[in-house]
């Protein structure tokens, strides 16, 4: 057969090389590229929450600050926060004595604060993102409206919303802090001091007596500062929307108060105000106190980049990575194709060449090699076995067929009467041609696995004694002395018809070989969990180099031998294949001159209990 040249682009070393430098390069640059990637964004995105998540721990506790009069029950709001954020919080006062700590007792606080909680004092956002202007807009203190009052504003607020309908103006009603409600514009850019003239009836903004009151306090408390800053404080203040001192419009701007006159006496009167209104709320709110976060600053997000150095020791890398993949994979691909291709030009050649491949590993391509190599060696021995068997059938057939075809002419033509003595030499090479192809039968079914045993307990001393009377006939006209042996009473697991044929047959070969006056014994005995079962005789025995090839088919130790004096040949290899399928073995002994012993191992079986 001529060798199949392989194209370059399809042979295994070139594809394993190039798939291999594909996988490095697409690895080396998938990891780098996901390792700046996800650790820059991860960054980022740990930052920007860490900032988002202290401005919310901030707020909260703000708006807990200005809704209570102490810190009495702050531990749910702080556990709370840290199992959410998963963050260290601790409030002490500002002398550091411990409020809330979401850390186990004995924890050391870290080195400074965060932020500082004062409702009253911050520059702050709010929780949704209203600007403050010093004081959180949820400290309401004395300005929270009755539940009375807050239903008449809250009345006062819906007519106010169907009048803007009907002039167009399309507004949403909000709840502030103190209860009051107001209206917002659906997009937020609705101006607080904006009313259509038909709406414009005053009384939604009128202050309750609850404001009324709250607002006579803050003036009573800002009147010492006034008056020490040059200022009349019985002059009226007001915000843009003409109250004093309440941001009905809940923008955070309170107080904010607009008084008429230069900036600076504008910007004192202002600060009056703002210091009179902390006095006013400070008993409504908890005492300032200092924030910790575990872990400290928040800085900014980190920029990630790659210096010339860090670039060139990646690039270095990647090189080097790449480099030893394609070097690694090109010896591994060289020892892995150099056996196949010594497989392929073997596989190729005439099968009556037998190659032989040299097994240079003992990896799997070294395993396979030494496969190949028993398998051409099989099939140089059943190619050998295989012309032999048809050999010895067509010789083992011509020659009965040759004398039934040739007393059959010669009768034909008149030359020989077909008397009973020539009818009974016609009869007796047909029972020739029969046991043939009887034999044959046998062993093609041993061959296929398709013999079938039907087992039973066999008694073998009684198996023997079947044996011997069925071949005692003959071994009494040869002469020959036909006995048996056993050793107590050994019993087989085995198929009686099929152990009786293969005794039969060694007897049958043992009388042969077997001189007048010679002696034939058949014994069994136990040993262990099996039954020996052996067949002696006192013949002329086998030579040691024929020895290992008794079993074989058609074998015959003297090739002149004929079939009426030496057998068929298929004897002893019928005799192999019955006890190789009950689970035994068969095996053959001889001393030239003295005989042969054929034994037999077979399985033990319990002996049948009496009913």
């Not at 058609?554 to 068929?568: I, L």
């Amino acid at each position: 057969m001529k060798p199949v040249r392989i194209p370059l682009r399809k042979r295994l070393l070139v594809r394993l090389l190039i798939a291999s430098v594909l996988i490095a390069v697409c690895s080396v640059a998938a990891t780098a590229w996901l390792a700046v990637t996800t650790t820059t964004r991860a960054l980022r995105e740990e930052q920007g929450q860490a900032l988002a998540d202290d401005m919310d721990i901030l707020a909260r506790l703000s708006g807990y600050a200005a809704t209570h009069p102490d810190w009495r029950g702050v531990r749910t709001t702080v556990r709370e926060l840290s199992a959410r954020t998963g963050r260290r919080i601790a409030l002490t006062t500002a002398d550091r004595t411990l409020l809330a700590d979401s850390a186990p007792r004995g924890t050391s606080l870290p080195p400074r604060a965060a932020a500082t909680v004062d409702p009253l004092r911050t520059d702050t956002f709010s929780e949704r993102g209203a600007q403050l202007s010093g004081t959180d807009p949820r400290v309401v203190g004395p300005y929270r409206l009755t539940a009375e009052e807050r239903a008449r504003v809250a009345a006062l607020a819906r007519k106010r919303q169907s009048c803007f309908s009907r002039h167009g103006v399309d507004t949403t009603l909000d709840l502030t802090p103190s209860g009051r409600t107001v209206l917002r514009s659906t997009d937020g850019g609705l101006d607080a001091d904006y009313v259509p003239e038909p709406c414009a009836d005053g009384l939604l903004n009128t202050l309750t007596a609850t404001e009324e009151k709250a607002l006579g306090g803050l003036k009573q408390l800002a009147r010492g500062c006034l008056t020490r800053a040059g200022l009349d404080p019985d002059v009226p203040a007001s915000l843009g929307n003409g109250h004093t001192g309440v941001d009905l419009q809940g923008t955070g701007r309170m107080p904010g108060f607009f008084m008429k006159g230069e900036g600076k006496t504008i910007r004192a009167a202002q600060n009056c105000y703002d210091d009179a209104r902390r006095a006013q709320l400070d008993p409504y709110v908890a005492p300032v106190a200092e924030l910790f976060l575990g872990g400290g600053d928040n800085g900014a997000a980190p920029r990630w980049n790659l210096s010339p150095a860090n670039k060139t020791k990646v690039v270095g890398a990647a090189g080097l990575v790449l480099a030893v993949t394609v070097a690694v994979t090109a010896v591994v691909a060289t020892r892995l194709v150099r056996p196949l291709r010594a497989l392929t030009e073997a596989a190729q050649q005439p099968p009556d060449r037998h190659a032989r491949v040299p097994v240079t590993t003992r990896d799997e391509t070294g395993i396979l090699a030494e496969a190949f190599n028993d398998l051409a060696e099989r099939r140089e021995r059943l190619e050998v076995q295989r012309k032999a068997l048809v050999s010895d059938v067509a010789h083992e057939l011509r020659s009965p067929l040759t004398n039934i075809r040739g007393w059959l002419e010669v009768t034909r033509d008149g030359l020989v009467e077909p008397d009973p003595e020539l009818l009974a030499a016609l009869h007796e090479e047909a029972l020739v041609l029969q046991r043939v192809i009887d034999d044959l039968r046998d062993l093609a079914a041993a061959d296929a696995g398709t013999l079938r045993l039907h087992r039973e307990p066999v008694a073998a001393d009684e198996l023997l004694a079947q044996v011997a009377a069925a071949h005692r006939v003959a071994a009494d006209t040869a002469g020959v002395t036909l006995r048996t042996e056993s050793d107590g009473t050994p019993w087989l697991d085995a198929d009686p018809v099929r152990l009786r044929q293969a005794l039969g047959n060694l007897v049958t070969n043992a009388v042969r070989h077997t001189p007048p006056e010679g002696t034939v014994t058949l014994t069994a005995r136990s040993d262990g969990e099996q039954v020996v079962l052996e067949v002696a005789d006192t013949g002329t025995g086998i030579a040691a180099e024929d020895l290992p090839h008794v079993f074989e088919r058609f074998w015959r130790a003297e090739k002149s031998r004929s079939r009426r004096t030496g057998g068929s040949g298929l004897g002893l290899p019928i005799v192999r294949h019955l006890t190789t399928a009950h689970g035994g073995t068969a095996e053959a002994t001889s001393t030239p001159g003295a005989g042969s012993v054929f034994t037999l191992r077979l399985p033990a079986a319990t002996p049948p209990q009496d009913g």
